[in-house]
Structure formats: structure tokens, C-alpha cells
């Protein structure tokens, strides 16, 4: 065999082992059970609008929307809304601009009555506005601004049941749950949400039980 021919025939291999790895990541990657989530073709999410890179989650990271809640609201428009929001070249607050996201950045939404909907994928890294890569960190946010609202009673039962799922589901321990504001200069998740992490941590290490 020609050694050029020996290269592609390698190269073809090679491309193959990767693509098999990369499904096969994808695929160890399902919804955690135990917990009603509206899943993406519920609430009709539109198909991702560009390339995303597949990971495994290893972290729990926890964001707030920094919007006021709205519990008129259902929870299939205000994903429909943020899938919108994200996907265009948006204007933030202060005046920066956004450019688009593939998806919705986070992989969870748990909104004001404590319904929790499917984001982005859970087998794709997420998106922040902020400079810390999120490869490896399932990314749960809360509808609200807690740097002066109050986390609901609802949401903070359905964090901590999909906190735990997803800890069991991919062996990760309490030392991996985090604050967008650990990874990143930022307020989020605001003070109020960032004040159940010591109790999440507890929770998935088997310190302390659910609270009522």
C-alpha cells in the first residue's frame, strides 16, 4: 500500500473513532429521571441555529434570570421567549450587545411556580455572558432577580430535586455546585438564590435531608 494511501486510509479511521466517541458521549448524556420536566418538543423549541460542542456534565452551576418573576406567565412562553432572545444578536443591560447563541444557554429553567423545563440540551456546553467556560457544568437558572426577590418556595423544592438528580445521575459531589458569580464577575444568581448553595452542597453529600 502507497504510503498517501496509508494516510487517508488512517485518516478516515481516525475521523470515525472520533465521531463514535463523540455520539457516545451524547448519548450517556439523557434527562435525569425522577423529576416532571417540560421537555424541548413540549413547549416546541426550534432546532439549534449553530454548532455546539458536546460535553459531560462534571459541575452544577446555578444562574438567575435577572428578570422580575412572573407567575401569570406559562412556563412554555417564557421558554419560547428566551429561545427567541437568545438565537439574535440581542442589546443587554448597560448597552452591550449580545451576539447569537446557538440554543438557549442554560440546560434547565425552573420558573416561578416551580415548573422545570428543558434548555439547551443537556449533551452541549452552555453559553454565558461572562468569560468562564461552562464545558462540564450543567447549568440550572432560576426565574428571578434575587438581588431583590425572594426564591419561591415552589422553586427551591424543584432546585433541590433536580439538584440531587443530577448529582446522582452523574456522580457529582457537593464541592461541584457553584454560583455563576464563582466562575465569573457577575451578581448572579443574585444574594437571596446564592444562600441555598451551602444547603444544596449539604443535600447532595447526604449532610442534610430536603427541607418541607
Known amino acids: ?11 478516515q479511521v481516525s475521523l470515525i473513532l472520533f465521531i463514535a466517541a463523540s455520539c457516545r458521549s451524547a448519548q450517556m448524556v439523557s ?7 417540560l421537555k424541548r418538543a413540549e413547549w416546541g423549541a426550534v432546532a439549534s441555529v449553530l454548532p455546539m460542542k458536546t460535553h459531560v456534565p462534571q459541575k452544577i452551576t446555578i444562574h438567575h434570570t435577572a428578570t422580575k418573576q412572573n407567575p401569570e406567565r406559562s412556563l412554555k412562553a417564557k421558554l419560547q421567549t428566551l429561545q427567541k432572545f437568545s438565537m439574535e444578536r440581542s442589546p443587554l443591560s448597560g448597552g452591550r450587545i449580545k451576539e ?8 434547565f429553567y425552573i420558573d416561578v411556580n416551580g415548573n422545570v423545563g428543558e434548555g439547551r440540551p443537556l449533551q452541549y456546553v452552555g ?18 432577580n434575587f438581588e431583590n426577590e425572594k426564591v419561591s418556595p415552589e422553586q427551591r423544592q424543584s432546585l433541590e ?11 457529582i459531589s457537593g ?4 454560583g455563576h458569580k464563582d466562575n465569573a464577575s457577575t451578581a448572579c444568581p443574585g444574594e437571596d438564590l446564592y444562600l441555598l448553595l451551602p444547603h444544596l452542597r449539604d443535600l447532595v ?7 418541607k
Open 1 to 11: 500500500m502507497r504510503l498517501s494511501t496509508l494516510t487517508n486510509v488512517v485518516g
Open 205 to 211: 453529600d447526604g449532610k442534610t435531608s430536603q427541607r
Open 127 to 144: 453559553d454565558s455572558n461572562t468569560s468562564y467556560d461552562p464545558t462540564g457544568h450543567a447549568l440550572i437558572v432560576l426565574e428571578g
Open 100 to 107: 447569537p447563541w446557538a440554543d438557549i444557554p442554560y440546560h
Open 31 to 37: 434527562l435525569p429521571k425522577g423529576i416532571p420536566i
Open 175 to 178: 464541592t461541584q455546585i457553584w
Open 161 to 171: 430535586k433536580l439538584t440531587l438528580a443530577i448529582a446522582k445521575r452523574w456522580k
